[in-house]
């Protein structure tokens, strides 16, 4: 009888706090969009919002640093910490951490200029923050590439609608730009 071990622990915490990432974040990416110029949606005040999308940001941070972490620290597979942020240094799986490092390397941006938003101007912020738009779906191909999870049934299922929502607010949010 096998039980778990501190490796195949870090293991289940890695492929799990991707899972939850994934969900987190496209949350985070879906009240963005659905974030109006005003910075409000209907029948909530603009602090709420804007309270929730925080909350909801930080929160996702805070798994994604367990799933890195614990990537690293997994004895299973050897993913440096080097690799996690430089893209496509991997001996293990090159280009598929690579994008995570790239969706990682995004976020820390985003989080910077987030930080400091109070000291930069506000085109400069919002350009950096529209990297969140190219930083979600690098973050998905890197857990379709990588997720030893991925080929069973509730997951994929999981990723596809997450994919097609983000997809169809995405489309429904240009549509209500267009001039």
């Known amino acids: 009888m096998s039980g778990i071990t501190q490796s195949t622990a870090l293991w289940y915490a890695s492929r799990a706090t991707g899972v939850v990432c994934l969900v987190l974040f496209t949350a985070v990416v879906l009240l963005g969009v659905l974030v109006n110029r005003q910075g409000r949606l209907p029948g909530l005040p603009r602090f709420a919002v804007t ?3 925080r909350s909801l940001s930080l929160i996702a941070v805070v798994f994604l640093v367990i799933h890195v972490v614990t990537a690293i620290a997994d004895s299973y597979v050897s993913i440096r910490l080097a690799a ?3 893209p496509f240094t991997s001996s293990y799986e090159s280009l598929q951490i690579g994008l995570g490092a790239i969706a990682l390397d995004l976020i820390a941006a985003l989080i910077v200029t987030s930080l400091l938003r109070t000291r930069m101007g506000f085109r400069s912020w919002r350009l950096v923050h529209w990297a969140a738009y ?3 779906p690098v973050a998905v191909l890197h857990g379709l590439g990588t997720g030893t999870d991925t ?8 990723t ?4 097609l ?3 169809a607010l995405t489309l429904w949010r240009l549509t209500r730009a267009w001039p």
């Open 84 to 86: 996690a942020i430089i």
């Open 51 to 53: 309270g929730l999308h």
């Open 151 to 158: 080929p069973t049934t509730w997951v994929l299922v999981l």
């Open 160 to 163: 596809v609608c997450c994919v």
């Open 134 to 136: 190219l930083c979600w």
């Open 165 to 167: 929502v983000i997809a």
